[in-house]
């Protein structure tokens, strides 16, 4: 399977120091197997860095699922709604799992408001969940977690 990471760098060895914490699914490597949305992504970036947008390619053998510890959320729901909630807003920005792989749908870029608004009682849980479902339709991310899943991509 063909996987796309959207950066403003070239990314020839992959390091998970460099993730950003609370994101989605924890600091991981994120990638899409949608090119246009790996794009989308590093125009986003490159906007901001005053730079050129790259779409990183890697090859991943999906036969090495049965090796891994892999998480599969099939479509937005309340788990995964609080497996994202949990990890937004994990004060030390750890990883809150085990997996070396997680897949599941992208929250909309707005879920920092949307994270506010349940916090205050403003929203509830299910309108939270509602909220934070991508504007686009749902799409979907692989996040690699560890350096065991990591060292399956091969750079294209």
Not at 14 to 22: R, V
Not at 53 to 68: A, K, M, R, T
Request: hydrophobic fraction near 35%; glycine fraction near 6%; charged fraction near 25%.
């Amino acid at each position: 399977m063909r996987l796309y990471h959207g950066s403003i760098t070239n990314i020839d060895r992959i390091d998970l120091l460099k993730s950003k914490p609370n994101k989605d699914f924890g600091k991981a490597f994120y990638l899409s197997t949608d090119y246009e949305q790996a794009m989308e992504m590093a125009q986003f970036k490159a906007e901001f860095a005053d730079t050129e947008p790259v779409v990183n390619v890697y090859e991943f053998d999906e036969g090495c699922l049965s090796q891994l510890r892999y998480h599969r959320f099939e479509e937005y729901s309340v788990d995964w709604a609080h497996f994202v909630y949990d990890h937004r807003t994990e004060p030390q920005g750890r990883t809150l799992h085990d997996y070396d792989i997680v897949y599941g749908p992208i929250a909309n870029d707005r879920i920092g408001a949307q994270i506010t608004r349940y916090r205050q009682g403003y929203i509830t849980f299910d309108e939270f969940l509602h909220r934070i479902q991508y504007i686009k339709g749902i799409t979907f991310q692989y996040a690699f977690c560890t350096q065991r899943a990591i060292d399956k991509l091969v750079k294209i």
